[in-house]
């Protein structure tokens, strides 16, 4: 074969390889890596998709309100009878428990690398700008935050995806008072009935009464999908 001919053909390897041989991006849609995804998930499930095998995933050196929210959502868990997920940190989880568990990861990007890994295999992105603009994106969704009104305002993005054959569920904001947001609302099993067909959310909370604390009154569910 010529050089010029053994060029075309790596070049040609190269164009297969990218596009995962079959026409898609490599991790889209149906699989990343070896791993299928399934993302319609329903959030009228939830207790009984983390009813045993579970764990919660919190970024070492995240906020104690990340851990606060845990418990919220336990709370609401246990009301549907499912045993009480496993505390972890992203540094301490075992390859076999973060293989084979189910997943609940509670804080961003900025403190939860688990945030950061699992969001990409659902597509979920963000743009920063710093003491300008915070933006989530997720299946051609987003949902805007105005930093000039953090602390009193903010956003989180609540998923419930299936990886492989286990089933995770983010809940992450800009700050800890959207993360803790996310876990007041998931926390509230009436919430699951009223979104029960959905499996993302778009949240946001406005402290109305300026005193500093996350009340689910104050949570607007911008958008369900």
């Known amino acids: 074969m010529g050089g010029d001919d053994s060029m075309k053909?790596?070049?040609?390897?190269?164009?297969m390889a990218l596009l995962g041989f079959g026409g898609h991006p490599a991790g889209s849609d149906s699989q990343t890596g070896s791993h299928s995804i399934k993302e319609q998930a329903s959030i009228q499930e939830i207790n009984s998709f983390f009813h045993e095998n579970s764990y919660f995933v919190i970024g070492e050196k995240a906020y104690n309100t990340d851990v606060l929210g845990t418990a919220k959502i336990s709370y609401g868990l246990a009301l549907g009878g499912a045993q009480n997920p496993e505390g972890r940190t992203d540094m301490i989880i075992t390859?076999?428990?973060k293989d084979e568990g189910n997943l609940i990861i509670v804080g961003g990007p900025a403190i939860n690398p688990a945030a950061t890994e699992f969001g990409g295999y659902f597509g979920i992105s963000y743009d920063y700008e710093p003491n300008a603009y915070y933006e989530i994106f997720c299946e051609r969704n987003s949902i805007y935050l105005?930093?000039?009104?953090?602390?009193?305002e903010d956003i989180c993005i609540v998923y419930l995806g299936q990886f492989s054959s286990r089933n995770v569920l983010l809940v992450w904001g800009?700050?800890?008072?959207?993360?803790?947001a996310g876990s007041v609302f998931m926390g509230d099993p009436q919430n699951w009935l009223e979104y029960q067909d959905a499996h993302m959310l778009f949240l946001r909370w406005?402290?109305?009464?300026?005193?500093g604390l996350v009340q689910e009154n104050e949570i607007i569910v911008e958008r369900a999908r």
């Open 146 to 152: 105005d930093l000039t009104k953090y602390p009193h």
């Open 206 to 211: 406005k402290d109305e009464n300026r005193d």
């Open 95 to 97: 390859n076999k428990e």
């Open 9 to 15: 053909f790596l070049a040609v390897l190269l164009i």
């Open 174 to 180: 800009y700050g800890w008072q959207g993360t803790y």
